[in-house]
């Protein structure tokens, strides 16, 4: 398994193009505040904004592939590229190879001149006054669970642009081998992780519970294991419909209890697996095949869901469980961060993690465009992001200051398309409010 | 031996048993904690409560250790032992009527899964009418779903079968879930004295507990618990039948193993009751009636007086139901001229008792006219009196010179 970097990113929405990072660069590497000679080039863009000319220490770099003398070469422990004057034959055909104008000839050297990321430290980034540049880690999770086991067979058997396999593979890498996992009816299964006539996909002991009756199941074989002295974590991987409606009283039943389960709802508003019914977490106005769009009679035409979502996770929040929180694929690094915690809270009571998943097929939008419905959802506030615990209370871990409005969320998909204005208007206060509501129980329970 | 008889000479008795009084809730409780299951989970329901009382104040005592669940339903009840036992738990649990009916979706997958849960089933007439009073309804109801089901004649064989339930269960030729039947208000409430078998004893009767030897959830030995199986295509259609065959070679393998668990029971415990059908004065009958449960009480009574006034009367008890015991009631019946059927529920769709129509099944099998009759009686906790059983008697003997009537008697119909 491969490695990721660090790496500059830039944020074209806050350079002004004062070019403090370019005096900066040059500074720190030939001593004068020439911005002609530093590494890193703040250029004007075609909509009037700026753009970056700057290595990406590419993994799978151009420049390394043309330079016919051997002077590049990819670092592979810090992920720079690094550039050997002493092999340099000054052919410059590295700088056409680059497709990010990242190597140029530094005239006041006669040499190609890149950057080298100052060893881990790079001048410009604190030298910005806006913030534009940032040395990021995007790519920790990567690095630190990639080389863990996959605990599912390779080929599960989801919808093209499904983000819940993902998911589920993430997870259970997470929760780790000493697992019995539960995949009530739905997607979760229904992609061949329990398995088909005597061959399974999954590299853990693993069950079908009934629809209804997951938590249930859970609660007794993590206390047997208990009973007789072993570690080994109880996992649900459920839908929104068994939880939220006929599974419901089980899962209650068992946070009451604070069994010591870890519950992961993968919430795609509806029964998508048996052909995208309703279900108590489809949003208000959503097309779904029980709530379909028609003329209806008496000149009440059917258009989609009528109710409002249940929000299942305020409601686990109210069976004060050790750990709730809400997630989203689209922020792997926040859902990695609740995953470590509900794990620990499984080992004390009941912990529920409600991932907000979008279905590609349900909700009709083109299979490439999964992570940006994700996404939208959380600029919205259609979807918000928290977690609870009994001594901290609830608290946002991704507030969103200045949400767009909810129509750019809904425009993303098909369920949403017969929308009149009025129940648009209706969506939108909706997510008022449920922020709303949601802010309170934070201020209330941090103050 | 696929019959007995009270008369059944005993064996040695151990010395240790302690003598009690005791409802049949309780000395099912106390047969529990002498299997020493590993979980139970409980919900309660009239008439079972008491039941699940006992249990939880012996476990509060110290005197069972145990790991109890107070589930928020019989539905989770019962599914909260499904992962116990995958994960290597003895399980019990108790319940009836509606509670049975709620827990059916979990209740049916028990057996598919063969997962060895022990459940008292304290009967109860269905509802609606609305009604909490016993009768077999319940029961009967689910007769069809795979469970092995026995009922019980008396407070002292609710214990002693209480017991015997797990070893069947557990049997590595059985390997399905049993229930232990006793009827809602007579055996419930009923005291009695009774037996207190000695705990090393019972130990020693037991044996070792291997109850997830075939299915497992354990991640010392990774397996898919019921996958989708089936299907018209590829191996789905031969793995789905191979399942099913299981299930009912299990069920028929339960008769032999409850026969063996019975006999060592009397070995080691003195007290013998029979396994499958008991003869009750029966030689030497031209005709029989048949019971099932407490009724056999009154019953054998009546056929005492009968028998003294010169009837040729006899008695067939069944004690288990589910599997019938085609074999053992063959015999039984191969020695009579007519036979009447005393139920305790009804059987809907021929308008006569469940038992009446399995045991029309086996006297089709028998190759011989026998005419029969079916008699209802103790719904919805009416008694079944030694005055009911007199009218079935002499209804049953007119067999022998007149027709058999097709519709059933209501005993109760003008109490």
């Known amino acids: ?447 | 031996m696929t019959t007995a008889t009270l008369e059944t000479p005993a064996q040695a008795k151990p010395a240790k048993q302690k003598v009690i009084l005791c409802e049949g809730n309780e000395a099912a409780a106390l047969g529990v904690a002498l299997a020493r299951p590993d979980m139970v989970a409980v919900y309660p329901i009239t008439p079972q409560s008491s039941l699940v009382e006992h249990v939880a104040k012996l476990i509060a005592d110290g005197k069972m250790d145990a790991d109890i669940v107070d589930a928020e339903g019989e539905h989770s009840v019962l599914s909260v032992l499904q992962g116990g036992a995958l994960a290597g738990a003895r399980t019990y649990t108790a319940t009836c009527g509606p509670g049975l009916a709620f827990m059916f979706e979990p209740y049916f997958r028990t057996s598919g899964m063969r997962l060895p849960i022990v459940m008292s089933i304290v009967t109860r007439d269905g509802i609606t009418p609305q009604s909490v009073w016993g009768g077999h309804q319940d029961a009967m109801t689910v007769r069809e779903v795979g469970w092995v089901q026995v009922y019980c004649e008396t407070v002292q064989e609710v214990l002693d079968t209480t017991i015997m339930a797990f070893k069947i269960a557990e049997h590595h030729d059985v390997m399905l879930p049993v229930n232990v039947c006793l009827d809602g208000n007579y055996l419930s409430y009923g005291t009695s004295r009774v037996e207190l078998p000695d705990q090393a004893e019972v130990d020693a009767f037991m044996g070792v507990k291997d109850v997830n030897w075939h299915v497992a959830l354990d991640p010392h030995r990774p397996m898919a618990v019921d996958p989708l199986t089936g299907g018209s295509g590829g191996k789905g259609p031969s793995t789905f039948v191979r399942y099913r065959k299981g299930q009912c070679r299990g069920m028929q393998n339960s008769l032999r193993v409850i026969e063996e668990v019975h006999e060592e029971w009397a070995q080691r415990f003195g007290r013998s009751f029979a396994p499958l059908v008991e003869e009750y004065r029966l030689d030497g009958a031209d005709y029989a009636i048949m019971t099932l449960g407490s009724m056999t009480g009154a019953a054998k009574d009546a056929i005492d007086e009968a028998r003294d006034a010169g009837r040729r009367v006899g008695l067939i008890k069944i004690k288990t139901f589910s599997p019938f015991p085609v074999e053992a009631l063959m015999k039984s019946l191969g020695k009579v001229q007519a036979v009447g059927v005393v139920d305790r529920s009804v059987g809907f769709r021929w308008n006569c008792g469940p038992m009446y129509q399995e045991t029309m099944g086996v006297l089709y099998r028998l190759g011989r006219h026998v005419p029969s009759m079916s008699f209802i009686g103790g719904l919805a906790g009416a008694d079944i009196t030694v005055g009911h059983f007199h009218r079935v008697i002499e209804a049953t003997e007119k067999l022998l010179s007149a027709p058999a009537p097709i519709e059933p008697v209501w005993l109760n119909e003008k109490d």
């Not at chain 1, 669970?145 to 093209?160: H, I």
């Not at chain 1, 109880?234 to 870890?262: K, M, P, T, Y």
């Not at chain 1, 409601?315 to 609740?338: G, P, W």
């Open chain 1, 1 to 447: 398994m491969g490695k990721s970097y660090n790496t500059i990113a830039f944020d074209a929405n806050k350079c002004d193009g004062c070019g403090d990072c370019m005096t900066a660069c040059a500074t720190a590497k030939v001593g004068v505040g020439d911005t002609a000679r530093s590494r890193i080039q703040i250029v004007g863009s075609a909509d009037d904004g700026f753009e970056l000319a700057l290595c990406r220490q590419c993994g799978d770099p151009k420049c390394v592939m043309v330079c016919p003398a051997g002077a590049l070469t990819k670092n592979f422990d810090t992920g720079v590229i690094e550039w050997n004057d002493a092999k340099c034959v000054d052919c410059l055909l590295c700088t056409v190879g680059c497709s990010y104008a990242g190597i140029a000839l530094d005239a006041g050297s006669g040499h190609v001149a890149k950057c080298d990321t100052c060893d881990g430290a790079p001048a410009c980034v604190p030298a910005c006054p806006h913030d534009a540049l940032t040395y990021v880690t995007t790519s920790r999770i990567y690095n630190e669970v990639g080389d863990w086991e996959d605990l599912f067979a390779p080929g599960l058997a989801g919808c093209q642009g499904c983000n819940t396999e993902l998911l589920m593979r993430h997870t259970l890498r997470r929760v780790g081998p000493e697992t019995v996992l539960a995949t009530p009816p739905g997607c979760v299964p229904g992609m061949g992780s329990v398995g088909f006539n005597g061959s399974t996909g999954t590299k853990v002991p693993v069950f079908h519970p009934l629809l209804t009756n997951t938590a249930a199941m859970l609660a007794g074989i993590k206390r047997q294991y208990k009973r007789v002295g072993r570690e080994v974590n109880a996992l649900a991987i459920a839908g929104d419909g068994g939880a939220s409606d006929v599974g419901f009283q089980s899962l209650s039943g068992a946070a009451e209890r604070n069994e010591q389960i870890l519950f992961m709802v993968v919430d795609n508003e509806g029964y998508m697996n048996t052909g995208m019914q309703r279900s108590s977490c489809t949003p208000y106005g959503a097309w779904t095949s029980t709530t379909p769009i028609g003329k209806g009679s008496g000149g009440m035409p059917s258009q989609g869901k009528t109710q409002d979502a249940k929000n299942l996770p305020l409601i686990m929040v109210n069976h004060r469980c050790e750990y709730v929180a809400t997630a989203s694929t689209a922020y792997m690094e926040d859902l990695y961060d609740k995953l470590d915690k509900a794990i620990q809270a499984s080992k004390r009571g009941f912990a529920y993690l409600h991932v907000y998943s979008p279905c590609t097929t349900g909700w009709r939008f083109p299979t490439d465009q999964n992570m940006e419905v994700a996404r939208k959802a959380v600029e919205t506030n259609f979807v918000m992001l928290w977690e609870y615990n009994r001594t901290d209370g609830l608290r946002f871990t991704r507030p969103v200051d200045d949400p767009l409005p909810v129509t750019e969320y809904l425009r993303a998909m098909g369920r949403f398309r017969h929308l009149s204005p009025d129940q648009i208007s209706h969506i939108q206060s909706k997510v008022v409010e449920n922020l709303a509501f949601v802010q309170q129980m934070a201020h209330r329970q941090s103050a």
